[in-house]
Antibody, heavy 118, light 106 residues
Framework: EVQLVESGGGLVQPGRSLKLSCAAS????????MAWVRQAPTKGLEWVASISYDGGSTYYRDSVKGRFTISRDNAKSSLYLQMDSLRSEDTATYYCTTESPQWVMDAWGQGASVTVSS | DIQMTQSPPSLSASLGETVSIECRASEDIYSNLAWYQQKSGKSPQLLIYYASSLQDGVPSRFSGSGSGTQYSLKISGMQPEDEGVYYC????????FGAGTKLELK
């Protein structure tokens, strides 16, 4: 059974940093692109970033480019999202997802809550 | 960016009723369209991919269709467990989601 477990969320002040982690199990991690998708409170879904099988290619939405860094460790079956210069508009639940061709997000974790507030 | 216009924003259906949700893309997305269901307090679940392919384990009352810029999700026979918010996702270029459709049981 595919399992994705996010951790590292919490309350952080504007301008500070936070790093999310996602532990994957139940599938061959290195066979999948991976992605982060977020959902602001009471709002819809928003793709954040994606990473290729070996981490050699990364993709970001414009609003996080230069502030967020997606990475992975295939030996540890883990995905990461380093979030710097956080803003109030980054407040959301962040989901770790597997990604099949053409950006299809197959499996989703339970989400990690990030609140950016002073 | 490709914009996805989803309709209706909400709807209410009776038990056994057939329901349709639409998504219109701002340009041709070549059937790179997926549908998700999100139940209250839960993570989204993939229902349909490539416009009409049913994800493993999803009941056959769910079906997808469409091409070009127009796509739809149909639920043939509303069930209580189908309540939730439904989202479309285009994967032709950098992914964008529709705004969601809240489906309730009447």
């Amino acid at each position: 059974e595919v399992q994705l477990v996010e951790s590292g969320g919490g309350l952080v002040q504007p301008g500070r940093s936070l790093k999310l982690s996602c532990a994957a199990s139940g599938f061959t991690f290195s066979d999948y692109y991976m992605a982060w998708v977020r959902q602001a409170p009471t709002k819809g879904l928003e793709w954040v970033a994606s990473i290729s099988y070996d981490g050699g290619s990364t993709y970001y939405r414009d609003s996080v480019k230069g502030r967020f860094t997606i990475s992975r460790d295939n030996a540890k079956s883990s995905l990461y999202l380093q979030m710097d210069s956080l803003r109030s508009e980054d407040t959301a639940t962040y989901y770790c997802t597997t990604e099949s061709p053409q950006w299809v997000m197959d499996a989703w974790g339970q989400g990690a809550s990030v609140t950016v507030s002073s | 960016d490709i914009q996805m216009t989803q309709s209706p924003p909400s709807l209410s259906a009776s038990l056994g009723e057939t329901v349709s949700i639409e998504c219109r893309a701002s340009e041709d997305i070549y059937s790179n369209l997926a549908w998700y269901q999100q139940k209250s307090g839960k993570s989204p679940q993939l229902l349909i991919y490539y416009a009409s392919s049913l994800q493993d384990g999803v009941p056959s009352r769910f079906s997808g269709s469409g091409s070009g810029t127009q796509y739809s999700l149909k639920i043939s026979g509303m069930q209580p467990e189908d309540e939730g918010v439904y989202y479309c996702l285009q994967g032709s270029k950098y992914p964008t989601f529709g705004a969601g459709t809240k489906l309730e049981l009447k």
